[in-house]
């Protein structure tokens, strides 16, 4: 009897899997399917929401897509370089940030971001008149921006080529696409 109860149940659970008019319930733990009629969400959102939440990896996964459909805008380039700044590509995020500072020369987030990555490869002076640049274009309104230049100066102006030290400086993330160099307490 239990045997032929707990059968009957598992047909009948088994049977509400079909798909055919099912309907989303709120107690369902599993996510939905594929929507074939939905509107896709823009690649760029997705991307920003995934720098955000620290998932650079799917971020560039997602500018990647975000470029199909618009292109390889300097938003585009620049959100790829962020995100790999962010995993720590250097080499790749200077080629990308300088691609899209090539095509929109006027977004001083792009220009911080490379003045960022230019002091992460010790590039101090030439990071120093990038940071310039970003606060000019920014018009002083950024105080990341300001500090990052005062960070650059400072260190340009205290160039030591004796022995080398432990760097005290750390990259810390301010929004979705800009970074700051603090020094470590």
């Known amino acids: 009897m239990i045997r032929a109860s707990a059968t009957s149940f598992l047909i009948l659970a088994l049977a509400g899997c079909t ?3 099912e309907t989303v319930s709120g107690d369902n733990p599993y996510a939905p399917g594929v929507a074939k009629n939905g509107e896709a969400v823009d ?3 997705v991307g920003h929401r995934l720098m955000d939440a620290g998932e650079y990896e799917l971020a560039i996964d997602a500018y990647s897509r975000a470029a199909v459909t ?7 380039i620049a959100g790829i370089g962020s995100a790999n700044l962010a995993l720590g590509r250097l080499g790749t995020a200077e080629r990308l940030l300088r691609d899209a500072i090539e095509k929109d020369e006027d977004a001083p987030e792009v220009w911080n971001n490379l003045g960022v990555v230019l002091m992460e ?3 101090t002076a030439e990071a120093a008149q990038v940071f310039r640049r970003a606060y000019a274009i920014d018009n002083g309104q950024s105080d990341s921006i300001r500090d990052n230049l005062r960070l650059a100066l ?3 102006e205290n160039s030591d080529y004796g022995e080398r030290k432990e760097q005290d400086y750390k990259l810390v993330r301010r929004g979705s696409s800009d970074y ?3 020094k470590i307490p």
Do not use: H, N
């Open 180 to 182: 700051l160099i603090r």
């Open 154 to 156: 400072a260190k340009s």
């Open 121 to 123: 490869r010790g590039k």
């Open 43 to 45: 690649g760029m959102i």
């Open 19 to 21: 798909g055919q008019g």
């Open 70 to 76: 618009q292109g390889m805008t300097a938003e585009v």
